[in-house]
């Protein structure tokens, strides 16, 4: 989407401001006097066949940074992280330092703008792996042996990812830079999923019992909750 200003009846145009999203906002140019001024806004349509990435097959988990120009692929025995911009299939590979090839992937996301956690299962324990962006080794790896982590969220604003267990009734945050547990919040029931709003102070946590706790992220204390009492099991918090 293009906004352009022409001053002597379109015989020429100024570019005031283009966007590539589906809004878009522009500043008022400098005022020049004309009798002949005109203003339009276009949008190019034309159609342009996808890149397709080769991934590969058995992919668990995908992410993208923040940016959207970047993006992690997850599959047993490999973690790559793809180049959009140049839309030539460069890939970087990543490392998991594990002797054991059984990994099972759980799940993988950008925790910042330069680094990424990874959580996977080795037999009947499962691990945490964080990794800087551009270095093939982890720099932090964690083992759980009470706690069955399968999913991680960022809140991007605090500097804190969360990593939400299976079939337990609390969640840790952790410290993006330390790489340090800040936090246990815990529950008076199971926790199965967590959505966390990018403009607003809140999140909800969803509970086995078709609960929805609306949360506050600077400390995490219950503001409100919300029963589904007709809804047995709840999919998807967003």
């Known amino acids: 989407t293009k906004a352009e200003l022409s ?15 589906d809004t878009l906002g522009w500043k008022i140019p400098p005022k020049i006097t004309s009798d002949s001024a005109k203003f339009r806004i276009s949008q190019d349509f034309t159609k342009n066949e996808p890149f397709v ?73 499962d691990s945490l792996a964080v990794f800087e962006v551009n270095n093939p080794n982890p720099i932090h790896k964690e083992s759980f042996y009470n706690f069955k982590p399968r999913e991680i969220y960022r ?36 926790i199965t999923g967590i959505g966390i709003a990018k403009d607003t102070n809140i999140m909800v946590v969803r509970g086995l019992d078709s609960k929805v706790f609306v949360v506050s992220k600077n400390d995490f204390q219950t503001k409100d909750s919300i029963e589904f009492y007709r809804t047995p099991i709840i999919d998807k918090l967003s």
């Open 7 to 21: 001053y002597n009846n379109g015989r020429t145009w100024v570019k005031i401001d283009s966007s590539i999203t």
């Open 53 to 125: 990435f080769k991934i590969g097959s058995g992919i668990y988990s995908v992410d993208y940074n923040y940016n959207a120009t970047k993006a992690l692929t997850l599959s047993i025995g490999e973690i790559y992280e793809w180049d959009l911009k140049k839309l030539d299939n460069s890939k970087i590979s990543y490392n998991l330092q594990s002797r054991n090839f059984s990994q099972t992937p759980i799940s993988i996301k950008y925790i910042s703008n330069d680094r990424f956690a990874v959580i996977y299962s080795v037999g009947n324990f």
């Open 155 to 190: 809140i991007p604003e605090k500097n804190e990812f969360i990593i939400l267990s299976a079939n337990t009734n609390y969640f840790k945050v952790y410290d993006n830079q330390s790489l340090s547990v800040k936090q246990e919040v815990l529950y008076n029931e199971p």
